[in-house]
Nanobody, 115 residues
Framework: QVQLVESGGGLVQAGGSLRLSCAVS????????MGWYRQAPGKQRDLVAT???????NYADSVKGRFTISRDNAKNTVYLQMNSLKPEDTAVYYC?????????WGQGTQVTVSS
């Protein structure tokens, strides 16, 4: 069974940066789209960024211009570079495919942004 392992989260001050990684235990080469999601306490899990196999990307309005998603098919890893972080970015971040989700959810990585 393919596993997703997210890492790179932590505590950072507003305005700071973090780089998240999502290691996939299987090949992502044939997967058309991978995404990063986030879930804040008491809220639903939302899609924040998508990267297509050819490299094109899409972002939620709330992170556009601040976050950059990328993928390395050779390393089976998806990244999320997060700059100019805001307290409202605080959440657990997960990666997966788009719906229908191809993989079971990983444990996520906690991002906490202090004001």
């Amino acid at each position: 069974q393919v596993q997703l392992v997210e890492s790179g989260g932590g505590l950072v001050q507003a305005g700071g940066s973090l780089r998240l990684s999502c290691a996939v235990s299987g090949s992502i080469f044939s997967i058309r789209a991978m995404g990063w999601y986030r879930q804040a306490p008491g809220k639903q899990r939302d899609l924040v960024a998508t990267v297509i196999r050819g490299g094109s990307t899409n972002y939620a309005d709330s992170v556009k211009g601040r976050f950059t998603i990328s993928r390395d098919n050779a390393k089976n890893t998806v990244y999320l570079q997060m700059n100019s972080l805001k307290p409202e970015d605080t959440a657990v971040y997960y990666c997966n495919t788009l719906r229908p989700y191809a993989f079971a959810w990983g444990q996520g990585t906690q991002v906490t942004v202090s004001s």
